[in-house]
């Protein structure tokens, strides 16, 4: 299987600190991961695209300097909330794209998600 | 206009009837097509994958691609109270690597 995990699976911080969450792959190298973000009853949001040697690319509303995304190898990446608020209280989730054999289609697994609760 | 489009539901199913979830997709580039199962509270995990015109079989789903028509379906045979939850479906544009996910449909089966 394509296993990806999480840490920490839960955070509770304070207003104004930075939290750092990683995301690896456990059984495969991923050139390339994405970072969503999910407010209760909503759907996923994509933040960003972490691509492993490279700068990532936000999509369009997520501002870059708050959502620090380092993907230093083929198997971990980072993101790291800076000066975390309570509307960023949100479920963190991260997956990472395993090439399929023969070239037909990268597939995304996601991680378990992390919980950020910020007072 | 929406890349990817799911009735968000809810669809009720009676335990042990056939759930059909249907997915209609506007880019004729797209060439794969994923379904993914969201139980509430955690992250949504790959149920099929599908490529080619036609059904594919795993266990009690079944997914189904017509590029003609541009929509994608999942069957969900013998429901089973587990299998209640949120499904996403998911194809990436012809030209971007990032998924675009439809807004999912809430699947409740009732024993």
């Known amino acids: 299987g394509a296993v990806v995990s999480q840490h920490p699976s839960w955070v509770i911080c304070k207003s104004g600190t930075s939290v750092k969450i990683e995301c690896r792959s456990l059984?495969?190298?991923?050139?390339?991961m994405f970072w969503y973000r999910q407010f209760p009853k909503q759907s996923l949001m994509l933040m960003a695209t972490?691509?492993?040697?490279?700068?990532?690319?936000?999509e369009q509303g997520v501002e870059k300097d708050k959502f620090l995304i380092n993907h230093a190898s083929l198997t971990l990446s980072t993101l790291t909330v800076t000066s975390a608020h309570p509307e960023d209280s949100s479920f963190y989730i991260c997956?990472?794209?395993?090439?399929?054999?023969?070239?037909?289609?990268?597939?995304?697994?996601f991680g378990p998600g992390t919980r950020l609760t910020v007072l | 206009q929406k890349e990817v489009e799911q009735n968000s539901g809810p669809l009720s199913v009676p335990e042990g009837a056939i759930a059909s979830l249907n997915c209609t997709y506007s880019?004729?580039?797209?060439?794969?097509f994923f379904w993914y199962r969201q139980y509430s509270g955690k992250s949504p995990e790959l149920i099929m994958s599908?490529?080619?015109?036609g059904d594919k079989e795993d266990g009690r789903f079944t997914a189904q691609l017509n590029k003609a028509s541009q929509y994608v379906s999942l069957l969900i045979r013998d429901s089973q109270p587990s299998d209640s939850a949120t499904y996403l479906c998911?194809?990436?544009?012809?030209?971007?690597?990032?998924?675009?996910f439809g807004q999912g449909t809430r699947l409740t089966i009732n024993p």
């Open positions: 997956s990472a794209q395993r090439p399929l054999a023969g070239g037909v289609a990268d597939t995304q697994y």
């Open positions: 059984d495969f190298q991923a050139t390339t």
């Open positions: 972490s691509n492993e040697g490279s700068k990532a690319t936000y």
């Open positions: 880019d004729r580039g797209s060439q794969s």
């Open positions: 599908i490529y080619s015109n």
């Open positions: 998911a194809g990436p544009p012809f030209s971007a690597q990032k998924l675009v």
